[in-house]
Nanobody, 118 residues
Protein backbone atom coordinates (compact mmCIF):
# COMPACT_ATOMS: atom_id res chain seq x y z
CA UNK A 1 0.00 0.00 0.00
CA UNK A 2 1.42 3.35 -1.05
CA UNK A 3 1.65 5.96 1.69
CA UNK A 4 2.93 9.54 1.63
CA UNK A 5 3.02 11.30 4.99
CA UNK A 6 3.90 14.98 5.17
CA UNK A 7 5.12 16.89 8.21
CA UNK A 8 6.87 20.12 9.07
CA UNK A 9 4.16 22.65 8.39
CA UNK A 10 3.28 25.38 10.83
CA UNK A 11 2.97 29.10 11.35
CA UNK A 12 5.85 31.44 10.63
CA UNK A 13 6.37 35.15 10.10
CA UNK A 14 7.18 36.56 6.70
CA UNK A 15 10.86 36.15 5.92
CA UNK A 16 11.10 32.96 7.93
CA UNK A 17 11.88 29.41 6.91
CA UNK A 18 10.32 25.97 7.17
CA UNK A 19 11.33 22.52 5.99
CA UNK A 20 8.63 20.12 4.93
CA UNK A 21 9.22 16.38 4.90
CA UNK A 22 7.34 13.58 3.19
CA UNK A 23 8.02 9.97 4.10
CA UNK A 24 7.09 7.54 1.36
CA UNK A 25 6.41 3.80 1.52
CA UNK A 26 4.93 1.06 -0.61
CA UNK A 27 6.84 1.68 -3.85
CA UNK A 28 10.35 2.21 -5.21
CA UNK A 29 11.09 5.71 -3.96
CA UNK A 30 14.55 5.97 -5.50
CA UNK A 31 13.22 5.63 -9.03
CA UNK A 32 10.20 7.83 -8.55
CA UNK A 33 9.50 11.33 -9.78
CA UNK A 34 8.23 13.43 -6.91
CA UNK A 35 6.73 16.84 -6.36
CA UNK A 36 5.31 19.32 -3.93
CA UNK A 37 1.98 20.96 -4.65
CA UNK A 38 0.10 23.60 -2.72
CA UNK A 39 -3.53 24.56 -2.65
CA UNK A 40 -5.55 27.40 -1.20
CA UNK A 41 -9.32 26.90 -0.83
CA UNK A 42 -11.10 28.21 -3.89
CA UNK A 43 -7.96 28.23 -6.04
CA UNK A 44 -6.40 25.72 -8.38
CA UNK A 45 -3.67 23.42 -7.15
CA UNK A 46 -0.19 24.75 -7.95
CA UNK A 47 2.81 22.56 -8.58
CA UNK A 48 5.65 24.37 -6.84
CA UNK A 49 8.57 21.98 -7.23
CA UNK A 50 9.44 18.63 -8.74
CA UNK A 51 12.41 16.31 -8.85
CA UNK A 52 12.55 13.72 -11.59
CA UNK A 53 14.28 10.36 -11.48
CA UNK A 54 17.32 11.84 -13.23
CA UNK A 55 17.71 14.28 -10.33
CA UNK A 56 16.67 17.33 -12.34
CA UNK A 57 14.62 19.81 -10.34
CA UNK A 58 12.09 22.36 -11.53
CA UNK A 59 10.27 25.14 -9.72
CA UNK A 60 7.34 27.40 -10.33
CA UNK A 61 8.26 31.02 -10.93
CA UNK A 62 6.53 31.98 -7.68
CA UNK A 63 9.02 30.03 -5.54
CA UNK A 64 12.16 29.88 -7.68
CA UNK A 65 15.20 30.98 -5.69
CA UNK A 66 13.40 30.58 -2.35
CA UNK A 67 12.41 26.90 -2.21
CA UNK A 68 14.59 23.83 -2.67
CA UNK A 69 13.31 20.32 -3.30
CA UNK A 70 15.47 17.33 -2.45
CA UNK A 71 15.11 13.64 -1.71
CA UNK A 72 16.99 11.21 0.51
CA UNK A 73 16.58 7.80 -1.09
CA UNK A 74 18.10 6.03 1.92
CA UNK A 75 15.35 7.47 4.12
CA UNK A 76 12.56 7.35 1.51
CA UNK A 77 12.00 11.00 2.29
CA UNK A 78 11.24 14.02 0.13
CA UNK A 79 11.99 17.51 1.44
CA UNK A 80 11.00 21.05 0.64
CA UNK A 81 13.20 23.72 2.19
CA UNK A 82 11.29 26.99 2.13
CA UNK A 83 13.04 30.28 2.82
CA UNK A 84 12.10 33.95 2.60
CA UNK A 85 8.51 32.95 3.09
CA UNK A 86 5.77 35.35 2.06
CA UNK A 87 2.13 35.57 3.15
CA UNK A 88 1.13 34.40 -0.32
CA UNK A 89 2.92 31.10 0.38
CA UNK A 90 0.16 30.28 2.87
CA UNK A 91 -1.48 27.05 1.68
CA UNK A 92 -1.89 23.35 2.30
CA UNK A 93 1.20 21.64 0.93
CA UNK A 94 1.06 18.12 -0.47
CA UNK A 95 3.75 15.79 -1.66
CA UNK A 96 2.93 13.63 -4.63
CA UNK A 97 4.40 10.82 -6.63
CA UNK A 98 4.19 11.84 -10.29
CA UNK A 99 4.06 10.15 -13.62
CA UNK A 100 7.55 11.11 -14.73
CA UNK A 101 7.82 14.10 -17.06
CA UNK A 102 4.24 15.15 -16.40
CA UNK A 103 2.44 16.93 -13.60
CA UNK A 104 -0.14 14.16 -13.24
CA UNK A 105 0.05 12.51 -9.84
CA UNK A 106 -0.08 8.81 -9.09
CA UNK A 107 -0.46 9.25 -5.35
CA UNK A 108 -0.46 12.13 -2.91
CA UNK A 109 -0.38 12.64 0.84
CA UNK A 110 -2.86 14.25 3.18
CA UNK A 111 -1.03 17.55 3.31
CA UNK A 112 0.55 19.85 5.87
CA UNK A 113 -0.59 23.42 6.47
CA UNK A 114 1.80 26.33 6.09
CA UNK A 115 0.69 29.74 7.34
CA UNK A 116 2.84 32.83 6.83
CA UNK A 117 1.88 36.00 8.65
CA UNK A 118 2.96 39.50 7.70
Amino acid sequence: QVQLVESGGGSVQAGGSLRLSCVASGYSFSGACMSWFRQVPGKEREGVARIDNDGITRYSDSVKGRFTISKDNAKNTLYLQMSSLKPEDTAMYYCARLYCYSWSSVNRGQGTQVTVSS
